[in-house]
């Protein structure tokens, strides 16, 4: 007995309704009217698959199958169920929806695991209501404090914790997680990019989670007539910034395959058609999966930024954001590859350019993630599609290796 695919197909289509902008793709914030109605539906279909439900003082969701151990460490599957707005019916709802799946495959295989299993679905990890993100996972695993939580509001001023009372949560529940309770956290994840599908491969094994830096460039020059200053005596600030971010995609290729090197935004004062631009100010976004290749990629933009800094030119560097890459757990990797190989599926190593909630949990407990082919590549957005066989494919993998770490006693 395998996944099913059509049950897998039914939950996300279902899910897909609990929207604020139907037509408009999901739109589902979290505490919001929607976030109840998913909520509900997840719950139900926990207990129809024989799990008991808890919900945490953030309101993620549990849903448990006791192991023979009383009190043994859990082993999690599962990924949040809020979106972006007008985002898809696939991001994160997949992950929870493969996680009931396997569920479902305990209940029709009559399987007691030694170690419990839970199925979990975690809020906010997109921060489209209180910025951030990875609100749920962050919150679990005691990375801000409940007084910090207790000060949070959205864009219209409301305290997370009202917005809770609202549909019903409990925000004085218990919110921190011993990590001690936890044997393992497993994600499955649409890739949200287009390697899977070029090379036609239904499953990515996440070998890591990028690390990433963001500089803030300042170029000044002097401003001048555009049509009365010779070139030679001009200091041009967005010919300079020009010139280092066309440098850009050089040093990310020779640096590594994987880092990539980003400007994203850019502003030019005066900023007027027939004016020198005397200021440029940019954004620089260095990612890799490799800190050794962050750090090189940094300083080598750092150098070429400098290496500006002549003839009347001069450039300024801040360095506003740095996350270190996350290696996943290699021995889930290994039981990963090897759970694919004996089901005959397709797989490869892969890494993650987006941040997700097994990267949190990578500091606490052994975390493995895999992902499925997203659609042209597309995600948070209405047209983003991931296949279901694909997904059955991955509920497949992660009943096969869930099986075994809840029965196994290493790790
Ligand atoms: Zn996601």
Partial sequence: MFANEQRIKKHIENLSQFTKTPGAGVTRLTYSEEDLQARNYIKDKMIAYGLTVTEDGFGNIFGKLDGVYSGAPSVLVGSHF?????????????????????????????????????????IEEEGTRYGGGLMGSRGMTGLFSREEFESFTDANGQLATDAMKEIGLDPSKVQYR??????????LHIEQGPILEDKAIPIGIVESIVGLAQLEVTVKGRAGHAGTTPMNQRKDALVSAAKIIATLPEIAVLESEDTVITTGRLQVFPNGANVIPDQVVFTIDIRSTDEKHLFQAIEEVKALIETKNENGITTFVEQNLYIEPKALNKEIRSIFKQKSEELGIPHCSIHSGAGHDAMVFADVTASGMLFVPSLNGLSHCPEEYSDAGDLAKGANILFEAIKQLTESKIM
């Fill in 178 to 187: 011993d990590p001690e309770t936890i044997k393992a956290f497993l994600e």
């Fill in 82 to 122: 809020d979106s972006v707005p007008n985002g898809g019916a696939y991001d994160g709802t997949a992950g929870v929806v493969v996680g009931l799946e396997v569920a479902a495959l305990f209940q029709e295989h009559q399987i007691t695991p030694t170690y419990p299993l839970e199925v979990i679905a975690l």
